[in-house]
């Protein structure tokens, strides 16, 4: 694989081009099962750039995606979907959700896929998408849960993943038994590749059930600290009744309600530069599907309901990994807790020794009511930790939880009208403090979205368990986004929006209250059916304190500029060529004007007719610093997730091949590849890897039954 890179490099951009195009020459035409991925979404790729951009950490996005599953096999009944059931579609965004509803309003039913070019917003790239997860049959899928039907009309899917990296990073390199002995959290207990298996079965959406099983690398199989085989183990059963029962789930799921600021457990987009989609799409009860192994709930929740009222009730209690400080004497058990960890990576005896050494219980219950175009809900949940949670005394942290047990009440609205949309939230935690969020969507014209948010989140604002719009923090910040997206003309589309922030406290690296803006305006252009442009300029300026005076109670502004020109064309029908060029200004508060730019080429073949596809990437980026690091979107296998920093000086190349054996069997294999001029060595740590090049391995099957 890594001579196969290297010949790969050799060729120009011209030369790659030309034998695809020869390759494509021989092809048969055939139609090929749509992916469910955010490739081809640019608002889906956009909003994870800026999720790991702002995160600047590792994500499993599957419960985003996995839903859509569902909607290939029992597609949408577009003439008679909600407005929110359209919204799970995510590569409509909300101007054209309220075009459709209002044409089908005006006009009529839809009676086929070629009149939704008649609709402001649907192009052909957004029919050819909508295409597979819509019906225009005017009736919703009826089926009676019964074990004959369940068994026969059932639907199974078995993924396994295995993933590597091909250099062998310092916690997996060999290291004489006496040092080990005299330290040995110097070396990673287990086996270096990441194994990933999830099972899932579904039954018309009314039945479902599943397990999620995973191994981290340098985590223990079958052996040591692990007899049992993977790591983290995750299952559930959910069933959707009707009337009075209407939906139940046992084991691992996930809660969503309002705008995230009171309920949310699983993952979400904070701050989104997509601003025709600013509201939250509140879900209720979902089964968990990710490996996020302490970002879940773990029990049973429950809805009943009467007419337009529903009410839920959920409760969970799991153990989850945390930084021990102090133990009971006697039993061993923590009683005191410094930090209570996320990374599920238990590779090393001290992060055995933190796993699942503390548990927590949290119960609460949610009433709504839901008009035609009215929603309103109260929530409420109340948590415990068997152990105080007691952050190092610093400054910034001085409103941080602490203690072991904390609660949340807050209330939520949304109103629907012709012409837009209102909602909002306010929320009080056990501290006393209160948060509060409004936000509008207004459609002033079938090409024009005006929206705003404005948001007020108390510095003693306590909730380990929300996901709200927000800058960076669900506490201590006050702010205004307001955004506009207008279609200019036929084919140019203009989309920006300006968001002015302040921090009511200190913060990590802030030694004082601060203030930050950011600006962004974004131009796309249909050049053709098959050609699109788009250049996006961002403008962002935070305060921070001075380089290297941590001491120092000033603090200073740095700005960050970044200008993205990025092109997509399809060259023939069956191959689609993709260029960006993306240059980064960072001035920090020295003053100091440091630059970086990234500039790939991407090329996605996928022959109509033959059952495979193939995608790959050539990138080139220099960067003065880690600071200026640019993140890019990468394919990759089903349900995985790439959006690398690219930093220092070099070059990444990535091949994805899909095969589709069968219609019960279909198969990945991923490669990736960068190489670095300018470093001796990559990583820190255990993770460090001596040279220059870092590699990946990827590979997936899927068996459909």
């Known amino acids: 694989m890594t001579e196969c890179c290297k010949i790969l490099l050799r060729f120009s951009s011209k030369s790659l081009i030309l034998t695809m195009i020869l390759l494509i020459h021989y092809t048969i035409v055939r139609a090929q099962e749509p992916e469910i991925s955010p490739s081809g979404s640019q608002k889906m790729e956009e909003a994870l750039e800026d999720h790991a951009e702002a995160s600047e950490s590792e994500y499993d996005y599957t419960d985003l995606f996995a839903e859509l599953e569902y909607f290939l096999t029992y597609p949408l009944p577009v003439n008679i979907a909600t407005f929110d059931e359209l919204r799970q579609l995510f590569f409509l965004n909300d101007l054209q959700i309220n075009n459709l509803l209002k044409y089908i309003s005006d006009y009529g039913k839809i009676v086929s896929i070629y009149e939704l070019a008649y609709i402001d917003g649907f192009d052909r790239e957004v029919i050819s998408m909508l295409k597979p997860f819509i019906t225009f049959i005017d009736t919703r899928t009826k089926a009676r849960i019964t074990p004959r039907q369940a068994f026969k009309y059932g639907r199974n899917q078995l993924f396994v993943r295995y993933q590597q990296l091909l250099e062998t990073q310092l916690g997996f390199s060999p290291i004489e038994d006496s040092l080990l002995i005299k330290n040995p959290n110097q070396r990673y207990l287990g086996s270096p590749f990441k194994l990933y298996t999830r099972y899932a079965y579904n039954y018309y959406n009314r039945v479902r059930w599943g397990f999620t099983a995973e191994k981290d690398p340098g985590e223990e199989f079958f052996k040591g600290s692990q007899k049992n085989g993977f790591d983290f183990y995750s299952g559930f059963v959910f069933v959707k009744g009707n009337k009075f029962l209407r939906e139940i789930i046992i084991g691992d799921y996930h809660l969503q309600f309002g705008q995230g600021l009171t309920l949310w457990t699983s993952y979400s987009f904070g701050k989104t530069s997509d601003v025709t989609s600013i509201r939250k799409t509140q879900r209720g009860i979902k089964p968990n599907t990710s490996v996020n192994e302490n970002q879940f709930l773990r029990g049973s929740a429950v809805t009943f309901g009467y007419k337009r009222f529903t009410f839920t009730a959920f409760g969970s209690h799991k153990k989850i990994d945390a930084t021990i400080s102090k133990t009971d004497s006697i039993s061993g058990k923590a009683t005191e807790v410094s930090a209570l960890l996320y990374t599920g990576l238990h590779r090393i005896p001290r992060e055995l ?353």
């Open 353 to 705: 020794n933190n796993q699942h050494s503390i548990s927590e219980t949290l119960f609460g219950g949610r009433a709504s009511f839901t008009g035609t175009r009215f929603q309103a809900g109260l929530t409420f949940y109340n948590m415990k930790l068997s152990a105080n949670l007691e952050p190092s005394a610093q400054l910034y942290n001085k409103f941080y939880f602490r203690g072991n047990e904390n609660h949340a009440l807050g209330a939520d609205i949304l109103y629907l009208f012709r012409g837009g949309q209102l909602f909002g939230e306010i929320s009080r935690s056990a501290s006393g403090g209160s948060a509060i969020l409004v936000g509008t969507s207004l459609f002033p014209s079938p090409r024009l979205v005006l929206s705003g948010i404005y948001r007020k989140y108390d510095k003693n604002y306590q909730n380990l368990y929300n996901a709200p719009f927000a800058e960076s923090s669900n506490a201590g910040e006050n702010g205004l986004f307001l955004g506009m997206y207008f279609m200019l003309a036929p084919g140019l589309n203009f989309s920006g929006y300006v968001d002015h922030f302040r921090f009511q406290w200190l913060r990590f690296r802030v030694n004082a209250p601060s203030q930050g803006k950011e600006y962004s305006g974004e131009l796309t252009y249909s050049i053709s059916r098959t050609a699109e442009i788009r250049l996006k300029y961002r403008y962002k300026q935070r305060e921070q304190n001075l380089a290297g005076n941590e001491k120092i109670t000033s603090i200073y502004p740095y700005e960050k500029q970044s200008l993205r020109f990025h092109i997509s064309y399809m060259a023939l029908p069956q191959l689609t060529m993709r260029n960006r060029f993306e240059r980064v200004i960072n001035i920090g508060t020295d003053k100091v004007r440091k630059n970086g730019y990234l500039i790939y080429q991407d090329v996605i073949w996928k022959p109509v007719k033959l059952p495979f596809s193939l995608t790959t990437r050539y990138a080139l980026f220099d960067t003065d610093s880690f600071d200026e690091r640019i993140y890019a979107y990468e394919n990759d296998i089903l349900y995985a997730f790439s959006v690398p920093a690219y930093y220092y000086k070099g070059s990444r190349v990535y091949l994805l091949l899909n095969y589709k054996v069968s219609k019960h069997f279909e198969c990945w294999l991923r490669y990736s590849r960068s190489w670095f001029s300018n470093v001796s060595s990559l990583g820190s740590g255990l993770d460090e890897i001596s040279g220059n090049t870092r590699s990946e391995l990827k590979a997936q099957i899927r068996f459909k039954f």
